[in-house]
Protein backbone atom coordinates (compact mmCIF):
# COMPACT_ATOMS: atom_id res chain seq x y z
CA UNK A 1 0.00 0.00 0.00
CA UNK A 2 1.25 3.08 -0.78
CA UNK A 3 0.21 6.27 1.01
CA UNK A 4 0.57 10.43 -0.39
CA UNK A 5 0.86 12.97 2.62
CA UNK A 6 0.29 16.80 1.99
CA UNK A 7 1.14 19.81 4.49
CA UNK A 8 1.13 23.53 3.50
CA UNK A 9 -2.49 24.17 2.48
CA UNK A 10 -4.05 27.11 4.18
CA UNK A 11 -5.89 30.23 4.01
CA UNK A 12 -3.34 33.17 2.07
CA UNK A 13 -3.61 36.83 1.26
CA UNK A 14 -3.62 38.17 -3.00
CA UNK A 15 0.04 38.12 -3.96
CA UNK A 16 1.13 35.96 -1.02
CA UNK A 17 2.80 32.62 -0.94
CA UNK A 18 2.02 28.75 0.24
CA UNK A 19 4.41 25.99 0.09
CA UNK A 20 3.21 22.72 -0.25
CA UNK A 21 4.93 19.45 0.83
CA UNK A 22 3.99 15.94 -0.31
CA UNK A 23 5.54 12.73 0.62
CA UNK A 24 4.96 9.12 -0.37
CA UNK A 25 5.35 6.35 1.87
CA UNK A 26 4.68 2.44 1.72
CA UNK A 27 5.64 -0.20 -0.53
CA UNK A 28 7.78 1.55 -3.07
CA UNK A 29 11.17 0.86 -5.24
CA UNK A 30 10.83 4.37 -7.21
CA UNK A 31 8.94 6.82 -8.46
CA UNK A 32 8.64 7.59 -12.64
CA UNK A 33 6.53 11.04 -11.29
CA UNK A 34 5.10 13.16 -8.62
CA UNK A 35 2.82 16.50 -9.32
CA UNK A 36 0.48 18.66 -8.34
CA UNK A 37 -3.35 18.68 -9.29
CA UNK A 38 -5.94 21.24 -8.35
CA UNK A 39 -9.47 20.68 -8.26
CA UNK A 40 -11.92 23.92 -7.84
CA UNK A 41 -15.54 23.56 -6.75
CA UNK A 42 -17.52 22.54 -10.11
CA UNK A 43 -14.50 22.43 -12.43
CA UNK A 44 -12.17 19.53 -13.26
CA UNK A 45 -8.92 17.94 -11.60
CA UNK A 46 -6.41 19.80 -13.50
CA UNK A 47 -2.41 19.63 -13.50
CA UNK A 48 -0.54 22.28 -12.02
CA UNK A 49 3.15 21.09 -12.09
CA UNK A 50 4.60 17.52 -12.13
CA UNK A 51 8.21 16.07 -12.39
CA UNK A 52 9.65 13.41 -13.32
CA UNK A 53 12.45 11.18 -11.74
CA UNK A 54 14.91 12.70 -14.21
CA UNK A 55 14.31 16.27 -13.51
CA UNK A 56 12.05 17.34 -16.14
CA UNK A 57 8.94 19.13 -15.43
CA UNK A 58 5.97 20.59 -16.82
CA UNK A 59 3.52 23.43 -15.49
CA UNK A 60 0.38 25.01 -16.94
CA UNK A 61 0.22 27.73 -18.42
CA UNK A 62 -1.72 29.82 -15.73
CA UNK A 63 1.13 29.49 -13.16
CA UNK A 64 4.08 29.53 -14.96
CA UNK A 65 7.09 32.02 -13.72
CA UNK A 66 4.65 31.88 -10.17
CA UNK A 67 5.06 27.84 -9.18
CA UNK A 68 8.35 25.92 -8.88
CA UNK A 69 7.69 22.33 -8.20
CA UNK A 70 11.18 20.79 -6.99
CA UNK A 71 11.71 17.23 -5.47
CA UNK A 72 12.44 17.15 -1.97
CA UNK A 73 15.41 16.65 0.65
CA UNK A 74 13.89 13.97 1.95
CA UNK A 75 13.38 10.20 0.00
CA UNK A 76 9.91 10.60 -2.37
CA UNK A 77 9.28 13.61 -1.78
CA UNK A 78 7.65 16.88 -3.71
CA UNK A 79 7.26 20.61 -3.06
CA UNK A 80 5.41 23.38 -5.07
CA UNK A 81 6.50 26.63 -3.95
CA UNK A 82 3.44 29.24 -4.98
CA UNK A 83 4.23 32.62 -5.58
CA UNK A 84 2.19 35.68 -5.81
CA UNK A 85 -1.12 33.41 -5.95
CA UNK A 86 -4.38 34.88 -6.88
CA UNK A 87 -7.71 34.06 -6.12
CA UNK A 88 -7.99 32.20 -9.16
CA UNK A 89 -5.80 29.42 -7.58
CA UNK A 90 -8.22 28.70 -4.85
CA UNK A 91 -8.76 25.02 -5.36
CA UNK A 92 -8.07 21.86 -4.06
CA UNK A 93 -4.41 21.06 -4.23
CA UNK A 94 -4.00 16.65 -4.61
CA UNK A 95 -0.81 15.49 -4.77
CA UNK A 96 0.33 12.88 -7.45
CA UNK A 97 2.59 9.75 -8.02
CA UNK A 98 2.89 7.52 -10.91
CA UNK A 99 4.64 4.40 -9.34
CA UNK A 100 5.72 1.09 -11.21
CA UNK A 101 3.97 -2.12 -9.53
CA UNK A 102 7.58 -3.52 -8.81
CA UNK A 103 11.15 -2.58 -10.22
CA UNK A 104 11.06 -5.52 -12.78
CA UNK A 105 7.50 -3.84 -14.41
CA UNK A 106 6.18 -1.21 -16.83
CA UNK A 107 3.13 -0.87 -15.70
CA UNK A 108 2.61 1.73 -13.26
CA UNK A 109 0.16 2.61 -10.34
CA UNK A 110 -2.09 6.31 -10.01
CA UNK A 111 -1.72 7.46 -6.27
CA UNK A 112 -3.88 10.61 -4.95
CA UNK A 113 -3.00 12.24 -1.57
CA UNK A 114 -5.97 13.30 0.43
CA UNK A 115 -6.05 17.01 -0.79
CA UNK A 116 -5.55 20.10 0.73
CA UNK A 117 -7.39 23.21 0.72
CA UNK A 118 -5.50 26.57 -0.23
CA UNK A 119 -7.80 29.48 -0.19
CA UNK A 120 -6.77 32.76 -1.32
CA UNK A 121 -8.67 35.40 -0.15
CA UNK A 122 -8.46 39.11 1.20
Known amino acids: QVQLVESGGGLVQPGGSLRLACAASGSIFSINTMGWYRQAPGKQRELVAR???????NYADSVKGRFTISRGNAKNTVDLQMNSLTPEDTAVYYC????????????????WGQGTQVTVSS
Open 96 to 111: NAVIPVDYRSTHTRNY
Open 51 to 57: ITSGGST
